[in-house]
């Protein structure tokens, strides 16, 4: 049972362009959402975060879009960079016990193309 | 500033061997993470360490246990190794008096295949 789904394996844009990554989730206990990203060979790394009581987070060319109602979340990349290429990963947390774990979605692999 | 270290990188075990794997967190941090993530899976959460104690567990099997010692460093031990067991082993560190997930941080992984 999948708690956290990014339904787009891969997704491929021209550089200078939008990436728009998208992740759903089902558990309404969350309250914490987390971008990560992966380049082989390392650990995932934080890129950015949103509360359940905000409904957006910017950071840079990185914003992160929270739709509590459609239990859904989007990160923007603008302008889209080949550096950007790399797995993301959308997490969640929740309340209480284990409020310190994550569950993560299976990721999405950007490749942003020159 | 040093990361999360982990060691070894990689790790080549045979079926129904033992494997331990290790975890330094950064300086100060007071809990401890661990992950499995399969072959085109996601990262999947098996148990964590706050304070040397656990704190949380997960989908970790019962052949594998965990510790956390009084240097605050952690080390995965997996016995009676499958095929399944093959996977990249993360771990992080948070310092939980900074704020939840605050600087939760994780190390590049420990690939494990067994044979």
């Known amino acids: 049972d999948q708690q956290v789904k990014q339904n787009s394996p891969s997704l491929s844009v021209q550089e200078g362009r939008i990436s728009i990554l998208n992740c759903d989730y089902t558990?309404?206990?969350?309250?914490?959402f987390l971008w990560y990203k992966k380049y082989p060979a390392e650990g995932p790394t934080f890129l950015i975060s949103i509360s359940s009581i905000k409904d957006k987070n910017e950071d840079g060319r990185f914003t992160v879009f929270l739709n509590k109602s459609a239990k859904h979340l989007s990160l923007h990349i603008v302008p889209s960079q080949p550096g950007d290429s790399a797995v993301y990963f959308c997490a969640a947390s929740g309340q209480g016990a284990g409020s310190y774990q994550l569950t993560f979605g299976k990721g999405t692999k950007l490749s942003v193309i020159p | 500033a040093a990361g999360v270290i982990q060691s070894p990188r990689h790790l080549i075990k045979e079926k129904r061997e033992t494997a331990t794997l290790k975890c330094y967190p950064i300086s100060r941090h007071d809990t401890v993470y661990w992950y499995q993530q399969g072959p085109g899976q996601d990262p999947q959460f098996l148990i964590s360490?706050?304070?040397?104690?656990?704190?949380d567990k997960g989908s970790i099997p019962d052949r594998f246990s965990a510790q956390q010692f009084s240097d605050y460093h952690s080390e995965l031990n997996m016995s009676s190794l499958e095929l399944g067991d093959s996977a990249l082993y993360f771990c992080?560190?948070?310092?939980?008096?900074?704020?939840?997930?605050?600087?939760?941080?994780f190390g590049s992984g420990t690939r494990l295949t067994v044979v």
């Open positions: 992080a560190s948070s310092s939980t008096g900074t704020g939840r997930f605050r600087g939760y941080t």
């Open positions: 558990n309404s206990m969350f309250d914490y």
């Open positions: 360490f706050y304070e040397k104690m656990q704190s």
